[in-house]
Nanobody
Framework: QVQLVESGGGLVQAGGSLRLSCTAS????????MGWYRQAPGKQRELVAI???????NYADSVKGRFTISRDSVKSTVYLQMSSLKPEDTAVYYC????????WGQGTQVTVSS
């Protein structure tokens, strides 16, 4: 079993930045992909960004150019740097990892005020 623990969420004004972190309970070397999803109230969970073991990345169109995903295998951590935040980015953000099985974090709230 793998635990994913997210941190870094909070309240920020539009145009501001936040960095989310997701730390795994064991090495992420073989996890591919890892990534971030989000779910806003009344909406389905959607992909935000994913990163492969070779650090290849993919982003939702809505966050391209504003968000950057990265991974640090030594720290077993995946990051999501979010810049130029908009009110529509408000959601619970979930960390995701795949290593034969799928793992999810508990979620961290991001609220962007206008």
């Amino acid at each position: 079993q793998v635990q994913l623990v997210e941190s870094g969420g909070g309240l920020v004004q539009a145009g501001g930045s936040l960095r989310l972190s997701c730390t795994a309970s064991r090495s992420i070397f073989r996890f591919s992909p890892m990534g971030w999803y989000r779910q806003a109230p009344g909406k389905q969970r959607e992909l935000v960004a994913i990163i492969g073991s070779s650090s290849s990345t993919n982003y939702a169109d809505s966050v391209k150019g504003r968000f950057t995903i990265s991974r640090d295998s030594v720290k077993s951590t995946v990051y999501l740097q979010m810049s130029s935040l908009k009110p529509e980015d408000t959601a619970v953000y979930y960390c995701y990892a795949n290593s034969r099985e799928e793992y999810w974090g508990q979620g961290t709230q991001v609220t962007v005020s206008s």
